[in-house]
Nanobody, 122 residues
Framework: QVQLVESGGGLVQAGGSLRLSCAASGSIFSITAMRWYRQAPGKQRELVAAITSGGSSVYADSVKGRFTISRDNAKNTVYLQMNSLKPEDTDVYYC????????????????WGQGTQVTVSS
């Protein structure tokens, strides 16, 4: 099965930067999209950024101009470069991968990482 391993979270002061990584492994034939979500306790999980297999990306309005999503297809890895971090960016960040496990690619599934904590101090 597909497994996602996240890394790169931590504690940083406001205005600082972090880079999150998410590496997918296992039975993967094709990845359609890779996404980053974040979720605070008691709140709904929200989409932060997404990148498609064609390289198109989208961002939440709250992070536009500060965050950049990228991918390395050879390594099945997605990154989230976070600059100019704000205290309101403090959350658990989750990686999501949409992929099909084998050919023919008739069915696609969502896989989730374990989450990595990002804390931004004032």
């Amino acid at each position: 099965q597909v497994q996602l391993v996240e890394s790169g979270g931590g504690l940083v002061q406001a205005g600082g930067s972090l880079r999150l990584s998410c590496a997918a492994s296992g039975s993967i034939f094709s990845i359609t999209a890779m996404r980053w979500y974040r979720q605070a306790p008691g709140k709904q999980r929200e989409l932060v950024a997404a990148i498609t297999s064609g390289g198109s990306s989208v961002y939440a309005d709250s992070v536009k101009g500060r965050f950049t999503i990228s991918r390395d297809n050879a390594k099945n890895t997605v990154y989230l470069q976070m600059n100019s971090l704000k205290p309101e960016d403090t959350d658990v960040y989750y990686c999501n991968v949409e992929a099909c496990p084998e050919r023919p690619c008739d069915n696609r599934y969502d896989y989730w990482g374990q989450g990595t904590q990002v804390t931004v101090s004032s």
